[in-house]
């Protein structure tokens, strides 16, 4: 069997589809009956936990509004400063952990 692979959302749904509907029934067993027999996942509540936050993530903006009119200011009024020795250490920090 070959098929095309586009990468859409479409063909994704339709081979789950079919990996959840290939469980042969065995004899006496109607095809419904097979489809319902199918394995079940049960989370932690750990697993439940980090749902839940990432439900809670999503809906959570990624730019903070206060903090960019702060900056906004403090560069409009000459007062922002940068600190190059707190730089190049998170940089070494951010390269220690990328090297394990």
Request: hydrophobic share 45%.
């Amino acid at each position: 069997m070959s098929q095309k692979i586009d990468g859409g959302i479409a063909a994704a749904a339709q081979m789950r589809s079919i990996a959840v509907n290939t469980r042969v029934a065995p004899a006496g067993e109607s095809k419904a009956q097979a489809v319902q027999a199918a394995d079940s996942v049960r989370l932690t509540g750990e697993a439940t936990q980090l749902q839940a936050m990432q439900r809670e993530l999503s809906n959570a903006s990624a730019i903070d509004p206060a903090r960019v009119q702060a900056v906004r200011q403090a560069l409009e009024n000459g007062s922002y400063r940068i600190n190059p020795d707190a730089i190049a250490s998170r940089m070494l920090d951010l390269d220690r952990q990328l090297q394990g």
